[in-house]
């Protein structure tokens, strides 16, 4: 009888579990976000995002406490130039949660979906522009399937698919300056909603004062909603800074369309939304381009993989 002898695993390997843990955590709570939209879609877009950003300050907190990253916040606050730049990213992502929140409400999610897959192709494009990254022609391909989506829904409907566009662009301007701030993930979502809770507070005290407000007054239902977007805001966030940490960007890569694939199934066959014949081609353009775009990305991990499992003894 001929003894199977099991391979070391790598050392990465724990962590790179770890990391694929926690980033598909983050995706599939992301993708299953609009349940929870529909259900705060009675309130206004500008109120929701208002608990979003003060009920993830104290979550936040409690990570970097936990973390003992405290002292990259107080370095932070008293930099003038980083708050500067935190301000501008939290804008960039308040807009970006307030368009997608408005848009599931309203019917839309469908144009949502069709903007988390034009996100990464707007991110190579604001590399190529401002950064000077030279495209490789997959990618210039991929890019262009894109444009060519945009161009044939703005035909279709008269006009620019701007919810689309508005995440896209938002998202993909996010990920961008992110890069310039000169703190961690976690340490600056903890900035980014500190700074953005100044004014949500002031506009949810506003809101109860006036009698418009949904947290107390409405009833118990509203008040457990807007408290549980807090949780709800912060957890895929925390749990894709770590995802992202400890895997390769190539995996990330991959991954980052299991959000927008369950929110455009969830958005066709549990909301119903008008999917057509033109709306069809523009994704099938899309999904064309994606493919182009992360096939290298497959193509280097298979070689990667390769490689090891050659070297595997099986005996």
Not at 124 to 153: N, P, Y
Not at 181 to 188: H, I, N, R, T
Not at 279 to 296: E, G, H, M
Request: hydrophobic share 60%; proline share 6%; aromatic share 12%.
């Amino acid at each position: 009888m001929v003894e199977t002898v099991t391979a070391p695993r790598p050392a990465g390997d724990d962590e790179s579990l770890r990391g694929f843990l926690f980033a598909l955590s983050a995706y599939l709570l992301w993708g299953m976000l609009p349940f929870f939209m529909k259900a705060v879609a009675h309130i206004p877009a500008s109120e929701v995002v208002a608990h979003r950003v003060v009920w993830s300050v104290p979550i936040a907190g409690v990570v970097l406490l936990l973390l003992r990253r405290t002292a990259d916040i107080r370095r932070a606050l008293g930099s003038p130039r980083t708050l500067a730049m935190a301000a501008l990213t939290a804008t960039v992502i308040a807009v970006n949660w307030g368009v997608y929140v408005w848009a599931v409400g309203a019917g839309r999610a469908v144009e949502t979906a069709l903007g988390y897959y034009i996100n990464p192709l707007v991110s190579i494009a604001l590399a190529a522009i401002f950064l000077r990254e030279k495209l490789s022609a997959m990618q210039v391909a991929a890019v262009g399937l894109a444009a060519l989506a945009v161009v044939v829904l703005t035909v279709d409907a008269g006009g620019l698919p701007w919810v689309s566009l508005v995440l896209a662009f938002s998202f993909a301007t996010y990920g961008f300056l992110r890069k310039t701030l000169p703190v961690g993930p976690s340490q600056g979502f903890f900035l980014e909603v500190l700074i953005l809770s100044i004014p949500a507070l002031g506009y949810i005290a506003w809101g109860e004062w006036t009698g418009e407000g949904h947290f107390r007054l409405a009833g118990a239902a509203d008040t457990w909603l807007l408290l549980a977007c807090g949780p709800i805001t912060a957890v895929p966030l925390i749990f894709y800074a770590f995802g992202a940490k400890l895997l390769r960007y190539s995996t990330i890569g991959i991954m980052q369309y299991i959000a927008p694939t369950m929110i455009f199934l969830i958005a066709v066959f549990a909301f119903k939304e008008p999917f057509g014949g033109v709306r069809a081609i523009a994704f099938a353009l899309i999904w064309a381009a994606l493919v182009i775009y992360t096939w290298p990305m497959l193509r280097a991990r298979f070689r990667q993989r390769r490689p090891m499992m050659a070297g595997s003894p099986s005996e």
